[in-house]
């Protein structure tokens, strides 16, 4: 069956720009889940979406906003992007709680 | 969750079993250990995860203490494209939701 599919691929965006990430959950999964990762840091979890809820939420700014459709597939948003922002995103999709999660190959970001 | 402690290098000759251990000595009775695997700048891979019991499935098995302060992951015979960052994590069931948090990992090196 599909993996967790993430588009775009790759996105050059400018300082002070506006972008939204999309993610297709594995078909029938239910929760999905952002991180963000970056040299740095390492992997940071963002937020977590079941069912069109934002069910957890990472230590991010506000800034950084998540929504779920009703057919699972889910988007996130950050708003007047910084150069800290470059990062690789990272959405994760789960049949139900405590099961593993499938990661997508991720959204490669960098701000300039 | 519990905190976990592992290694930040090892190397393995190609062919050799690879044992990765995680230190998790405050682990709760209903906490589950987990391990992921990321290969350079590809999305985290799902390889194993254990309660109680030992685990075996195609990829690895995983080697629970009987106090379960510790575990092992065991590839088998190790291949140069399990070089990879692992990442063993253990998750509360009551916590809600499907977030992950990953520390630093081992850095696993397969030498020809």
Not at chain 1, 41 to 55: A, D, H, I, P, V
Not at chain 1, 67 to 93: H, I, K, P
Not at chain 2, 68 to 87: N, Q
Request: proline share 5%; charged share 15%.
């Amino acid at each position: 069956k599909a993996g967790v599919t993430q588009t775009p691929r790759y996105l050059i965006k400018t300082r002070g720009q506006q972008v939204t990430l999309s993610c297709s959950p594995i078909s029938g999964h239910r929760s999905v889940s952002w991180y963000q990762q970056t040299p740095g840091q390492g992997l940071q979890f963002l937020f977590e979406y079941f069912s069109e809820t934002q069910r957890n939420k990472g230590n991010f700014p506000g800034r950084f906003s998540g929504r779920q459709f009703s057919n699972s597939r889910s988007e996130m948003n950050v708003s007047t992007l910084e150069l800290g922002d470059s990062a690789l995103y990272l959405c994760a999709s789960s049949l139900a709680d405590i099961t593993e999660a499938f990661f997508g190959q991720g959204t490669r970001l960098t701000v300039v | 969750d519990a905190k976990t402690t592992q290694p930040p290098s090892m190397d393995c000759a190609e062919g050799r079993a690879a044992n990765l251990p995680c230190n998790h000595s405050t682990i709760s009775g209903n906490e589950y250990v987990y391990w992921y695997r990321q290969i350079h700048s590809q999305g985290p891979q799902y390889i194993i995860h254990g309660l109680k019991n030992n685990e075996t499935n195609e990829m690895a098995s995983l080697i629970i203490t009987e106090d379960r302060k510790s575990s092992t992951l065991i590839l088998p015979h190790a291949t140069l494209r399990d070089t990879a960052v692992y990442y063993c994590i253990v998750r509360s069931p009551t916590n809600t939701g499907n977030q992950f948090y990953f520390g630093t990992g081992t850095s696993l090196t397969v030498i020809p």
